[in-house]
């Protein structure tokens, strides 16, 4: 029987923290698109709330992923922290009789190569080079997917029925959310 420390709880908690930055950073993106968060407060402001939220979900992700190196239920290495596929975590979730916690896990280490590219391009790529800024920018919506994959086959905390209903909530939320989004940019509305 797994022995709770205070390791354990900082990694979930810090968890938790991350993923609720990050639907606060894709929600408050959109909202500065669609204008929806400027009813709340002004552009400037907004702009920096957005960078302060993904500068904390830097913070949080490294709380994650680095108590895992210490950790006495799991160890990993650096290696296997940043080498995605590496780190065989395995809680008995299957589908069709494969494990889906191994490469739940491995979606995670993805997600955090996707977050820095997006978080560094931001730094100075969206006023020199805002074309590609933007399609970089665009797969933070690919990041929240790879992200709902690893929290709902990792997660303990969404093993249960209310955690688990309230993640697929969060992610009802975001699709809504996103398809909000791609009509503001005309993707979805019929040409004329």
């Known amino acids: ?3 709770i420390t205070f390791n354990w709880y900082l990694i979930r908690v810090s968890g938790i923290v991350s993923v609720a930055l990050l639907l606060l950073i894709i929600i408050s993106g ?33 709380l994650h992923i680095f108590p895992l190196l210490i950790d006495k239920f799991h160890p990993a290495t650096l290696i296997q922290l940043f080498v995605p596929f590496l780190l065989q975590y395995n809680n008995s979730t299957t589908f069709l009789g494969l494990p889906l916690a191994p490469v739940a896990v491995g979606f995670g280490v993805v997600s955090i190569y996707l977050m820095a590219l997006i978080i560094l391009s ?24 790879l992200i709902f994959v690893h929290v709902l086959y990792t997660g303990s905390d969404v093993k249960e029925s209310l955690g688990r209903g309230l993640w697929i909530l969060a992610g009802i939320i975001i699709l809504i959310a ?15």
């Open 30 to 62: 959109i909202g500065q698109v669609t204008g929806w968060t400027y009813r709340f407060m002004p552009p400037v402001r907004a702009w920096l709330v957005h960078k302060i939220l993904a500068y904390s979900l830097v913070g949080a992700v490294a």
């Open 178 to 192: 996103t398809a909000l989004r791609l009509w503001r940019a005309g993707t979805l509305r019929r040409k004329r």
């Open 122 to 145: 931001s730094l100075k790529w969206n006023t020199t080079k805002p074309r590609l800024w933007g399609w970089i920018h665009y797969s933070s919506y690919l990041l929240m997917a």
């Open 1 to 3: 029987m797994q022995t």
